[in-house]
């Protein structure tokens, strides 16, 4: 006979939703810190590629 799971704990859920939240939170400020940097001119630190760099290979 089938029984169901336990049911789980808000004290679990909320954790689980605190750490998806904290690691979303910090992936934004990196993405800002980033682009706050391409827009003044400071990414020095950092490579990115660029479509106008690429060479033309057809005639």
Known sequence: MAVPKK???K???RSR???WTR???I???KAISIAK????GKNMSFVYTNKEDK???LP
Do not use: G
């Open 17 to 19: 939703k605190a750490n």
């Open 27 to 29: 992936a934004s400020k």
């Open 37 to 40: 940097s391409i827009l003044y």
């Open 55 to 57: 060479p033309n290979i």
């Open 23 to 25: 690691k979303a939170h």
């Open 11 to 13: 004290a679990k859920s």
């Open 7 to 9: 049911r789980t704990s």
